[in-house]
């Protein structure tokens, strides 16, 4: 399994940006991915996460009504549309797999098997 992510940047307060992670590997259909990030000096948190099947999604309170997370299912590709954003969503993003866990698990950053690289998006003031 991979997971290459990508979209991040610098962009202003208020404003957006779309964060993509493309999952090659095998079929993720029953498998659950997620968004999560780590600030500089921060542990890692999670932020969105989506069910590849069926498309239940859970947010962190922080992120709910200013972030989406989609999935495009035949281009294996998940999607985080960052709207609204402020200086503290400054951190680097990772996308994260793994086969399906329970709903309550899947803010939990242990329960993820896979990552990718991460990619860094800078909210200026």
């Known amino acids: 399994v991979q997971l290459q992510a990508s979209g991040g940047g610098l962009v202003q307060a208020g404003g957006s940006l779309r964060l993509s992670c493309v999952a090659s590997g095998r079929t993720f259909r029953d498998w659950d991915m997620a968004w999560f990030r780590q600030a500089p000096g921060k542990e890692r948190e999670f932020a969105a996460a989506i069910r590849w099947s069926g498309g239940t999604t859970v947010y962190a309170d922080s992120v709910k009504g200013r972030f989406t997370i989609s999935r495009d299912g035949p281009k294996n590709i998940i999607y985080l549309q960052m709207n609204s954003l402020k200086p503290d969503d400054t951190a680097v993003y990772y996308c994260?797999?793994?086969?399906?866990?329970?709903?309550?698990?899947?803010?939990?950053?242990?329960?993820?098997?896979?990552w990718g690289q991460g990619t860094l998006v800078t909210v200026s003031c």
């Open positions: 994260a797999t793994t086969p399906r866990v329970a709903y309550s698990a899947l803010v939990a950053l242990s329960s993820y098997d896979y």
